[in-house]
C-alpha cells in the first residue's frame, strides 16, 4: 500500500494552455474523488467516482474540466484553456467503500497549479 | 460557498498551553470529519464523529461533535510543536451523497 499517488506534484503553464494531471489510488479503492483547494481554504468537492462510472460533478466542474477513470483505476483530470482562476491544488482521494458508513478517505499530496 | 465555518482562523500559541479549535454550521451533517495538512501535502484524516454529543480521544486531542449535529470542537492538551498544521473540519451527508464539506481551516502554530 503506497497510498493515493498524484502526479505532477507541480505544474506551471500559461493561460490558454491544457494541462492534465494524474491520480493513482488505493489499489482496490473503488471510489475516486477531486477536489481543489485554493490558499486559505478548505478543499472544494470538484467529482467523484465508483469504479469507471462518475457518478456525481460539482457546478464548479465547468466544461472546460474533465474527469476520466477509464477502467476504474487510475483517473485523470484534464483542464482545458486554462485561466488564471484555475491556479490551485489539485488533490486526490480515494476509499474503500462509501463515505456514507464512515469508510476513511485518503489523500494524495496533491498536483499544485499555476497559470501565469 | 463554505457552509462550515472555523474559528479562529488562526492561532499562534507556545507550548505547552491548551486550545480550543470551533467548527460551526447552520447545517445538520450525519458525520463531522476533522483533518490536519501540512503544507505541500493533502490532508490526513485524525478522527470520525457520527452521533451528537459523541466524544472520541486521540492522545492529546479531544474531538466532540454537537448534540444537533451542526458543530464540533477540538481540544488540544498540553500542544507540542509537532501540532503545527493547519485543521480542517469536514461534514457529511449520509447515504447517497459522497462530497464532503470542508470547512474554511484553521492554521495552528506551536512556537516551542
Known amino acids: 500500500d503506497t497510498g493515493v499517488s498524484q502526479d505532477p506534484r507541480h505544474k506551471i503553464t500559461k493561460r490558454g494552455q491544457n494541462v492534465t494531471f494524474r491520480c493513482d489510488p488505493i489499489?482496490?479503492?473503488?471510489?475516486l474523488y477531486w477536489y481543489r483547494q485554493t490558499l486559505g481554504q478548505g478543499p472544494e468537492f470538484l467529482t467523484y467516482?465508483?469504479?469507471?462510472?462518475?457518478?456525481?460533478k460539482s457546478r464548479l466542474l465547468s466544461d472546460r474540466f474533465s474527469a476520466e477513470r477509464p477502467k476504474g483505476s487510475f483517473s485523470t483530470l484534464e483542464i482545458q484553456r486554462t485561466e488564471q482562476g484555475d491556479s490551485a491544488m489539485y488533490l486526490c482521494?480515494?476509499?474503500?467503500?462509501?463515505?456514507?458508513?464512515?469508510?476513511?478517505?485518503?489523500f494524495g499530496s496533491g498536483t499544485q497549479l499555476s497559470v501565469l | 460557498t463554505q457552509l462550515l465555518e472555523q474559528s479562529p482562523q488562526f492561532l499562534s500559541i507556545q507550548e505547552g498551553e491548551n486550545l480550543t479549535v470551533y467548527c460551526n454550521s447552520s447545517?445538520?451533517?450525519?458525520?463531522l470529519q476533522w483533518y490536519r495538512q501540512e503544507p505541500g501535502e493533502g490532508p490526513v484524516l485524525l478522527v470520525t464523529?457520527?452521533?451528537?454529543?459523541e466524544v472520541k480521544k486521540l492522545k492529546r486531542l479531544t474531538f466532540q461533535f454537537g448534540d444537533a449535529r451542526k458543530d464540533s470542537s477540538l481540544h488540544i492538551t498540553a500542544a507540542q510543536p509537532g501540532d503545527t498544521g493547519l485543521y480542517l473540519c469536514a461534514g457529511g451527508r449520509g447515504f447517497g451523497n459522497e462530497k464532503l464539506t470542508f470547512g474554511t481551516g484553521t492554521r495552528l502554530t506551536i512556537i516551542p
Open positions: 489499489s482496490e479503492h473503488n471510489r
Open positions: 447545517s445538520v451533517f450525519s458525520s
Open positions: 482521494a480515494s476509499s474503500l467503500g462509501t463515505l456514507a458508513t464512515n469508510e476513511k478517505l485518503f
Open positions: 467516482f465508483q469504479n469507471e462510472a462518475q457518478l456525481e
Open positions: 464523529v457520527v452521533t451528537g454529543g
